[in-house]
């Protein structure tokens, strides 16, 4: 049998490619956080004047989402398969809200993603903010970002989508770590308490950018 | 105390189910809960109805027989208890209690609170056995198992295979079950030699069965009345690994 037809394997793949797909998720706050420090439009050149690296990463990235994608919902489609017919009256005394919604938190960051490419990336949505050029000649990255959170609704949906992220990875974490085999009775506890804490601590990073924008804390004066 | 049942009825596999609703009249705090269960039948019988049928067998912890879903709960709850060690001391006067079939894909109904669970049997027949000559009975100490192996291995050997680990699991996964064989031979010289074929098998009998997939919600070990741990089931995928890249 092979390995992507084994309930294991394709597991094991959920797991691999979640996990690289959290690395992302690291990196990408990292390079978030230079607005603090005003170097988002130099990080913004600079990545840009490597285009191998950016169509590395962005090939990579469809690569991981396609396999995470699409064993997520195989996953999601047989093991609702598994209990044709649903309990009266059913308890769970462990299993979490976050858990137990992962393709519905999971579907949401496909759908933002398309947003927030046709956003950032492709600059479609807002074409009157997202063009501007600075001082020094290179893409305004930090007026884009800043008079787009200004407004409420692309904040608000910015942080709708972060709560999904948060509450995916609320549970994965610790699951890439059970999946790959890691776990003893030992370590679970700190696993399931370590995850969480990455995961709310990711969250507060990403939300800390719309919600200090506004409150008027990061401001674009042109 | 008196009680208010409401308990899942259907007459066969293919016929309708519902829940219907009973009244457990003067139960004693001592009675187990299939004793109580054995009340109602009794009035039942009185009224010339039919009895509410459900399985059980050793009536003391270890068999795995009785499978019922207790107010939304295998085994209704209290920690490391099988249904028939479960006592009405438990419930109070006047409390509604539910009481529903292990419901999985892999669990066709048979009648009312019964199901069929040969599926966990075939899963063993797959690969849960030692199929090397391991000739007489060895003298003690000439095979060395490190003791704490011996009691890894024997407390996945505490599975009953009652298949509470499948009702309780939002995916109706066998995980927890497979993870315990695999695990028990996986600790045992004995079992290390068909430990990589054991497992790929296993888990492919599982979900050859209709069971469904491990997304490590870890309902199963709440449920489990022998206290089997989801570190099996890390285990398992231990193996898995170890089989793939060997
Ligand atoms: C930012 C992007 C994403 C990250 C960081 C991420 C991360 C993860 C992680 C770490 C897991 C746990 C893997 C395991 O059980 O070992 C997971 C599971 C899952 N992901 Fe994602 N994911 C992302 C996007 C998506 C998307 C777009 C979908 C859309 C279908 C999705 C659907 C799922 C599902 C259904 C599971 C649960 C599979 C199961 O165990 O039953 N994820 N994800
Ligand atoms: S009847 Fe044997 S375990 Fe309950």
Known sequence: MGFLSSTVGRKILMAITGFLLLTFLCIHLLGNSFIYLGWINAYGERLHSMPPVVWAARIGMVILLAVHIFFGIKLTLENNAARPQAYAV?????????GRTMIWTGLLIAAFLIYHLLHFTLRMTNPEISSGIDAMGRLDVFKMIVLSFKNILISGAYIAALIAVGLHIFHGIQSVVQTIGLNSDKTLPCVEST??????????GYASIPLVIIFGLLNFKG | MDLKLYVWRQKGPDSPGKLEQF????ISPDMSFLEMLDEVNEELVKEGKETIAFDHDCREG????CSQVINGIPH???DKTTVCQLHMRKFKDGDSIYIEPWRAKAFPLVKDLIVDRSALDRIIQAGGYVSNHTGG???GNA????????EVSMDAAECIGCGGCVAACPNGSAMLFTAAKVTQLAMLPQGKVEAAQRVCVMTEQMLKEGFGNCSNHYECQDACPKGIKVSFIAKLNREFIKASVK
């Open chain 1, 90 to 98: 059913k308890k769970n005394v462990r299993a979490t809200f976050a």
């Open chain 1, 195 to 204: 995850g969480r804490g990455i995961a709310f601590i990711l969250f507060l």
């Open chain 2, 23 to 26: 009244t457990a009249k003067n």
């Open chain 2, 62 to 65: 270890i068999c795995g027989t």
């Open chain 2, 76 to 78: 209704g709850g209290q």
């Open chain 2, 137 to 139: 009975s060895p003298d």
């Open chain 2, 143 to 150: 095979i060395l198992i490190p003791k704490p192996d011996a």
